[in-house]
Nanobody
Framework: QVQLVESGGGLVQPGGSLRLSCAAS????????MGWHRQAPGKQRELGAT???????NYADSVKGRFTITRDNARNTVYLQMNSLKPEDAAVYYC??????????????WGQGTQVTVSS
């Protein structure tokens, strides 16, 4: 069974930084796009950033210039470096990946989420 496990969330002051990690485990042939989405209380889940298997990136306007998404294909891991955090960045951050696995083929997999709180 393929799963994604996030880590790195927590409490940070406005202007601070956090680095999120998300590792895929299980029987995996390959991983296509990986990304980070977020959901604040009372709001819909929204895209934060995505990265292709070749390293091409895409960012939501709200995080562009402050967040950086990277991945380590050898470790099946994606990262999100978040700088200059604002209170409005507070949310549960979810990792997402298109994973090619035996039997199931291409599957869109989500992590369980990690909480990011930005407060003084």
């Amino acid at each position: 069974q393929v799963q994604l496990v996030e880590s790195g969330g927590g409490l940070v002051q406005p202007g601070g930084s956090l680095r999120l990690s998300c590792a895929a485990s299980g029987s995996i042939f390959s991983i296509y796009d990986m990304g980070w989405h977020r959901q604040a209380p009372g709001k819909q889940r929204e895209l934060g950033a995505t990265i292709t298997s070749r390293g091409s990136t895409n960012y939501a306007d709200s995080v562009k210039g402050r967040f950086t998404i990277t991945r380590d294909n050898a470790r099946n891991t994606v990262y999100l470096q978040m700088n200059s955090l604002k209170p409005e960045d507070a949310a549960v951050y979810y990792c997402n990946a298109e994973i090619i696995a035996p039997i199931t083929g291409v599957t869109n997999v989500w992590g369980q989420g990690t909480q990011v709180t930005v407060s003084s």
